[in-house]
């Protein structure tokens, strides 16, 4: 795909049907996307969660999802990453929203060196995407509560790190219409900031508490 700016998402791709999957899926119906949305085997078997949790999305394949999204969503297990196509991901705006859990992933060795952001890892293997990070420092509970209209007192935020400036504007577009508050925050090394273990891991605050979380972090590395 070619690259996507914030005005041309007209269709939300989701890899992962689990709980932060399915709501997001909700969400991004009821903001006026088409919701393509993609579990680990055949479509039929998340046709029913989708219809429940998510009514309006599409259950369909990873291929699908990455061919017909303008902006992929990644909601799997971070384990999960290697088993994403490069070739069919490729200059593709991917938003990574996933976390290291050792009692999913096992060793955090096995999956990404502590050196590096678990989402540079996934940014190395999805060479060629446009990958950031974001949608995973908020647990999936407090993205269900629903977001406000830009402008709104009060209104959570999001952060983003990433490397490429066109694709944190098209997941910045996104979170806004989502309803909550994007926060760029720095590279994709800077997103280490948002992971389990962090200040802001958790946070469900607005804007200037959230980044005051993420100097945090920084502060303390």
Known sequence: MTET???EIRTVGILGAGK??????????????????AGSSDPSRISLTLEVLSPGAEATTADAVARESDIVILA???GKHTTLSTESLHGTTVIDAMNYWWEVDGARDNVAPPEISTTEVVAR???????????????YH??????LPSGSAGRRAIAIAGDDAAAVDAASALIDALGFDPVAIGDLATGRNLEPGTPAFGANVPA??????????????
């Open 5 to 7: 700016r914030a005005a």
């Open 20 to 37: 932060l999957g399915t709501v997001l899926a909700r969400l991004a119906v009821e903001a006026g996307y088409r919701v393509l949305v």
């Open 125 to 139: 293997h999805l060479d060629g995407a446009r990958v950031v990070k974001g949608f995973n420092h908020m647990g």
């Open 208 to 221: 200037d508490e959230l980044l005051a979380l993420v100097e945090m972090a920084t502060a303390d590395a």
């Open 142 to 147: 407090d993205v269900d509560e629903r977001g």
């Open 76 to 78: 799997l297990p971070l």
